[in-house]
């Protein structure tokens, strides 16, 4: 690693960067400095042998796992670069502003050459898991050996909790109170369009004290801007609707403020419902509807933007503005209490709601996950691709041709033929007469079922309400609902749809699963014959509880224990993992024990859970460290393991006195019963230590309980010399050794879960037969996760046993 061409680049007497010098004390951080030179672009840079490795990245990363960013590489950096943010002056290299767009730690993770980031960076393939605060989670940084120069990498977001399938632009991200310099950034104009906040869509409805709820109107989006009495109403891709809605623009000039107003413009029908096609086919002119305009954020507030301030802050400013105007509105809210507000809109006949997070700021033409819609009809945008003739010659045509975007290529989604009047289908046809072609603008060959098609370009976007979506993307019943011109061709591309709770239990079938086609078969067969729990039941319960219990698995080799015919047939185990379908992720990690690579399956997501239960994994088991950080456990296990004579009870009074254990130590630790006759405490370590130094400290708490119970509890491994006596078990805590996952399914009598508990319900009268497939998504959803502490900060072995030698 050597900085000679850095400083023969720089006159360190004329640039305040700091000088070459090598330095090993900040291993595995990394920064990436926004660098407004001569031309705009990101700076990524790595620790690595204590210089910094360099990339400039032209259009900044991106958490969009299908965004590929080029990545140029330059001349390594001195450490000290790590904190670097201010004016390179004209004259040297890199003249202009640079400031600290994002900073934190990352890790290099296990590839087939192992996990040094020198080996990987001379291979051409970096695997890197940032910790920062806007770039989190997996990336790759990949060689692609092209470019005179031989420096052109690509930048990859992978998929996982972290990546996003929305747009992503680093420059979104840039605020004044995050931003290391002193450059100014343009304020909003507020006599130009601003494009509006977008919110993402959401599959449910919940219950958070840190959102506020609003209700969602089915209208058009309209900004408003108000500067010298003069207002100009823009929809949110920048068309012009003073004309359209000319009366509401007349009575915001009442406003005696400069300001920007973002809202929902509806029309409120006799019963006090929004209408849609109503609004759609407004004039101003002509018709007495009652138009409404609901505002709900403010942008700008005389000469001062706002959208630095929180979403409440901003909105606490709107009751004044808009007091005693007569058809415009302050939209209120709720705060927290999701599912009511939710509940009331259905009842009222609206679509759903808008979450918030309520200290979010304004990012002006990001689709942000900070906003959220909620909606319980089924509604999407598409884009009209073309239309049939009418079979029977009583309408003017047949139905229309619709498509969305996936990626790049138009995909058919289906033919809408209800929804529209004759004067809609005239104005439609008059439409469709300016933008005929020839030629389908599929690529694939669509079947219309006989009919004869008439093409247009994809011009036109239009709303269609429908009942469901075929695993193809078919819409269903599709329901015209009129023309958005608000709407902007590429943003028609396929929305999320809520997930049901279940599914038909065919011999053989494929459940889509977010996009992922899971196979699934044998749903009948038996699997509890004294309960006749079938394995539909043992699958419906995780797609169920599956939010709950992949934080347990994302990342962790599993062991396959796989029971094909029900809890009494026969079961085996499998580690080697060589023929899954290509979306089940793997890890392969080298066996001493049989000296060759095995290739383990890692449970990243709904769909692989899914699929392994259909494999007959009726129990998921986890080692305890995940794949970037093999050798360091996320927690350690005390396996409470009664012998056969032992009762539950007694198995509870251990428990009881390993917390009074736990609280001499002052740690705080987590129980849940194993789904079979014991119970584990766990302890969280957060990848501290190593597994020989968890398992010794988890030995030494075992010798003090047994200490306590010297009658009741063993520490022999031999079950013929524990004599009867529940076993401290601690050698669970082993590298590769794996134990039930919180929240799976045992196969025992009675389909038991593995349940944490409080202990407080650690008592006398708890029964194992109380957690069951049947009653623990009821019991989550009352009390929600207990044992997330376990993931969460770690214990400090050393101070503990310091607590210990001072008594």
Not at 66 to 76: F, G, N, Y
Not at 149 to 178: A, H, M, R, V
Not at 680 to 706: G, M, N, V, W
Not at 778 to 803: C, P, S, W, Y
Request: proline letters at 4%.
């Amino acid at each position: 690693m050597s900085l000679d061409k850095y400083i023969e680049k720089r006159k360190f007497d004329q640039t305040p960067e700091p000088k070459g010098v090598v330095n090993k004390e900040n291993a595995r951080r990394f920064v990436i400095q926004r660098h407004k030179a001569s031309k705009l672009h990101y700076d990524l840079r790595l620790e690595m042998d204590g210089v910094l490795k360099s990339w400039a990245v032209p259009k900044g990363p991106s958490m969009n796992a299908s965004d590929k960013r080029l990545a140029i590489m330059t001349e390594d950096h001195p450490v000290g670069y790590l904190n670097f943010h201010g004016t390179i002056p004209k004259g040297n290299y890199g003249a202009g502003v640079m400031t600290i767009w994002d900073e934190g730690n990352y890790n290099v993770l296990l590839s087939e050459i192992g996990n040094d980031p020198v080996q990987q960076l001379e291979k051409g393939d970096l695997k890197i898991e940032f910790f920062g605060k806007k770039i989190k989670g997996t990336f790759a940084l990949v060689h692609t050996k092209r470019g005179d120069k031989g420096n052109q990498w690509l930048l990859i977001k992978k998929k996982d909790e972290y990546s996003t399938d929305l747009e992503y632009d680093s420059e979104i991200f840039i605020e004044n109170n995050n931003v290391k310099s002193s450059e100014s950034y343009r304020a909003l104009d507020i006599q130009s369009f601003v494009k509006p906040m977008l919110a993402s869509p959401a599959k449910k409805i919940f219950k958070d004290p840190e959102w506020v709820f609003e209700l969602k109107w089915d209208g058009y989006r309209v900004l408003s801007n108000l500067f010298q009495n003069n207002v100009e109403l823009y929809s949110r891709n920048g068309i012009s609707y003073n004309e359209k809605f000319a009366s509401i623009a007349k009575e915001l000039k009442n406003i005696p403020h400069d300001c920007i107003l973002d809202g929902e413009i509806v029309i409120i029908d006799k019963e006090g419902k929004n209408d849609f096609q109503k609004l759609q086919n407004y004039d101003d002119t002509i018709e007495n509807l009652n138009l409404k305009y609901y505002v709900f954020d403010l942008l700008h507030l005389n000469g001062m933007d706002t959208i630095a301030l929180t979403l409440l802050e901003r909105k606490s400013l709107l009751p004044e503005l808009l007091n005693d105007l007569k058809n415009v509105f302050y939209c209120d809210h709720i705060q927290g209490m999701g599912p009511t507000l939710y509940n009331r809109a259905l009842d009222a006949g609206m679509e759903g709601v808008i979450a918030k997070k309520a200290d979010s700021k304004y990012s002006p033409g990001y689709r942000s996950e900070n906003w959220l819609k909620i909606k319980n009809s089924t509604t999407e945008e598409a884009l009209i691709c073309g239309y049939t003739d009418s079979v029977g010659g009583d309408t003017l045509f047949g139905s229309l041709i619709l498509g969305q975007y996936n990626e790049e290529d138009l995909k058919y989604i289906g033919n809408c033929g209800s929804g529209f009047s004759v004067t809609e289908q005239k104005e439609l046809l008059a439409k469709f007469q300016k933008i005929t072609i020839d030629e389908s603008p599929f690529k694939e060959k669509i079947n219309l079922k006989g009919r004869k098609p008439h093409w247009v370009k994809p011009f036109l976007v239009c709303e269609v309400k429908f009942s469901e979506k075929t695993k193809n993307g078919i819409l269903r019943h599709p329901v015209y609902k009129g023309i958005r011109q608000d709407k902007n061709v590429e943003e028609i591309v396929p929305q999320p749809i809520k997930e049901k709770k279940s599914f038909a239990s065919n011999p053989s079938t494929l459940l889509d699963v977010n996009g992922i086609s899971v196979p699934i078969s044998n749903l009948e067969k038996v699997y509890w014959p004294e309960m006749g729990y079938t394995k539909y039941d043992l699958i419906d319960y995780y797609l169920n509880i599956s939010d709950f219990i992949l934080p347990y698995l994302k990342d962790r080799p599993q062991n396959l224990h796989r029971h094909p015919n029900g809890i009494n047939g026969e079961s085996f185990y499998q580690k080697d993992n060589d023929q899954l379908p290509n979306w089940v992720e793997t890890t392969k990690i080298h066996s001493e024990s049989s000296q060759k690579n095995i290739e383990y399956l890692i449970c990243q997501n709904q769909a692989t859970l899914l699929y392994m239960a259909n494999l007959g994994c009726i129990e998921i088991n986890p080692w305890n460290s995940k794949i970037n950080n093999l050798e360091n456990p996320s927690y350690t296990v005390i396996d409470l393991d009664p012998s056969a004579e032992n009762s539950f009870a007694e198995v509870i009074e251990v428990a009881q006195v390993a917390k009074e254990v736990l609280d001499l130590f002052k740690i705080e630790g987590y129980c849940k019963t194993s789904g079979s006759s014991g119970i584990h405490i766990y302890l969280p370590l957060d990848e501290l230590y190593s597994y020989q130094e968890a398992r010794d400290f988890t030995k030494l708490l075992c010798y003090y309980i047994q200490e306590r119970l010297p009658k009741l509890t063993s520490m022999e491994r031999a079950v013929k010399n524990r004599k009867g006596k529940i076993y401290l078990d601690y050698l669970q805590n082993r590298r590769g050794q794996t134990l039930a996952s919180v929240y799976c399914v045992r196969p025992k009598v009675g389909a038991t879960v593995s349940t944490p508990i409080s202990w407080n319900e650690l008592k006398k009268g708890l029964q194992l037969e109380d957690f069951t497939i049947k009653t623990v998504p009821k019991r989550l959803e009352k009390i929600g996760d207990i044992f997330q502490g376990v993931l969460g900060q770690g214990i400090n072995i050393e101070n503990a046993l310091g607590t210990i030698s001072e008594k």
